[in-house]
């Protein structure tokens, strides 16, 4: 069986039992050994880290694992040997979040964890902390994979790969979600289940589908249970005749764009009500899910984990590595250079595609055009993307005002310029690129 060490950049995250929970279930299935196990955070978060850390050593020796876990906020250090290093960190933690969710309901639009002006300040802060990591890696550890789930997870792939030589690629539970869904939909077991993914991070689409390898999209997309399976993605019935007709299953973020109305009005309301925003939601629940990590009696992963958006991200990862480190190819879709793989998108920019993964990585898989309905909006959130990038890696003003015009959220320049002032003065602390560029 192969070993490696495996480095966990967020390690204090709520989510790390999660994937703690699948290298046990590969290590028993024979499939690898994640030999040594390094959690990594920042100071601030020392105490979580902590915690998490010996919740994971609990679940490790519980199921008899050889493998060795520590924690450490000396990244540097942390990443001497590393074969793979998984990024999921969250700079400005919750609190900078709740602030992204916030923060444009003021002005009438939605305020969002990745979409929005909300995954835009998300995007300011964390690219120049992705790329120092990235640095490091190619110095400490240059074989190394990063595996990048940080969020917003396609931009910060796309900053990645456009700005640093490490060997990476963005990741997301979405499409594995829908993957899931269609396979209780269809009565079948998940391996039985394939897709055809094209789009964006947060505004891809299923294509295609195949049971056993044979391609089963009409009945899919021409069953009277369709809606049903839209609901089951998290969609809502409402979208159903429509995407119906066009034949894909679109993420579910697509309902901040078609039903931006719709999550306007409900965000206002539960803001207004006192339920705060997700981030405020969420905050409730990690306190929830750290009191039951501190207990030394709790060694297996809590149902209340559950409540987080992140469910299967771990399978995502660790099919990727398990068809890495063995060189036995998979199909995952992943955030990764379009080189043409998604008609319509420039080659060199990053998008969620199916890909072939093997021994040398991943590689996208060429997909039919996505149809005209959606494309429009898939090219104009990449521009507000790519743009956003440059804005992040520069801190350019300009660049930054232009893309958060580009974004179809932002309803026109007055809106755009004084969201921007609010991010850059609300955030200063985390943007040292943007110091002393506040006028826009
Ligand atoms: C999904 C998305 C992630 C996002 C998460 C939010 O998993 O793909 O990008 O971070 O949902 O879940 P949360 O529980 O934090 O609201």
Redesign the pocket.
């Given at each position: 069986m192969k070993e490696f060490k495996l480095v966990i950049i967020g390690g204090g995250s709520s989510y790390t039992p999660e994937l703690a929970g699948g290298l046990i279930s590969r290590w028993k299935q024979g499939e690898f050994l994640a030999r040594e196990i390094v959690l990594v955070d920042i100071p601030q978060g020392q105490k979580r880290l902590e915690t998490v850390s010996a919740f994971i050593q609990r679940m490790v020796q519980k199921a008899g694992m050889p493998a060795r876990i520590t924690s450490t906020t000396n990244r540097q250090e942390a990443l001497d040997g590393a074969s793979f290093v998984v990024s999921q960190m969250r700079v400005g933690g919750m609190k900078a979040r709740s602030m992204d969710e916030h923060l444009p309901l003021k002005y009438g639009v939605i305020g969002q964890?990745?979409t929005g002006p909300g995954g835009f300040a998300n995007a300011l802060r964390t690219i120049p902390v992705s790329l120092e990591l990235a640095q490091d890696i190619v110095r400490i550890c240059p074989k190394a994979w990063l595996l990048n789930f940080t969020?917003p997870?396609g931009l910060v792939t796309e900053a990645l790969l456009r700005y640093s030589d490490v060997n990476t690629f963005g990741l997301?539970?979405?499409p594995i979600g829908i993957k899931m869904a269609l396979a209780k939909a269809l009565l079948a077991s998940p391996e039985r289940v394939s897709i055809d993914v094209s789009g964006l991070n947060?505004l891809s689409f299923v294509t295609g589908v195949y049971l056993d390898g044979k391609d089963v999209s009409d009945q899919v997309f021409g069953s009277p249970l369709f809606p049903l399976y839209l609901d089951q993605t998290g969609i809502g019935k409402i979208m159903a005749p429509y995407l119906q007709h066009l034949k894909i299953i679109p993420s579910s973020y697509l309902q901040y764009y078609w039903g931006k109305n719709r999550a306007l009005e409900k965000e206002k309301k539960d803001v207004e009500a006192g339920k705060g925003t997700?981030a405020d939601e969420?905050m409730k629940?990690e306190k929830e899910l750290f009191e039951m990590y501190a207990d030394p009696r709790v060694d297996e992963m809590p149902p209340q984990l559950k409540?987080?958006?992140?469910?299967y991200?771990s399978d995502v990862a660790l099919n990727s590595i398990s068809a890495m480190v063995n060189d036995r190819p998979v199909v995952e879709a992943l955030n990764v250079k379009n080189k043409g793989a998604v008609p319509g998108i420039q080659p060199d920019a990053v998008v969620e595609v199916s890909c072939m993964v093997d021994g040398r990585g991943p590689s996208p898989i060429a997909q039919k055009p996505l149809p005209p309905e959606v494309l429009g909006l898939v090219q104009k959130v990449k521009a507000y993307e790519s743009l956003t990038v440059e804005a992040a890696v520069h801190g350019d003003v300009q660049k930054a005002f232009f893309a958060l015009l580009n974004h179809p959220l932002v309803p026109d320049a007055d809106t755009a310029a004084s969201i921007l002032k609010d991010i850059l003065a609300e955030n200063a602390e985390f943007l040292p690129q943007f110091k002393g560029k506040t006028e826009v």
């Open positions: 964890e990745t969020n997870s997301c539970n979405v947060h997700r969420v629940i409540k987080r958006g992140g469910a991200y």
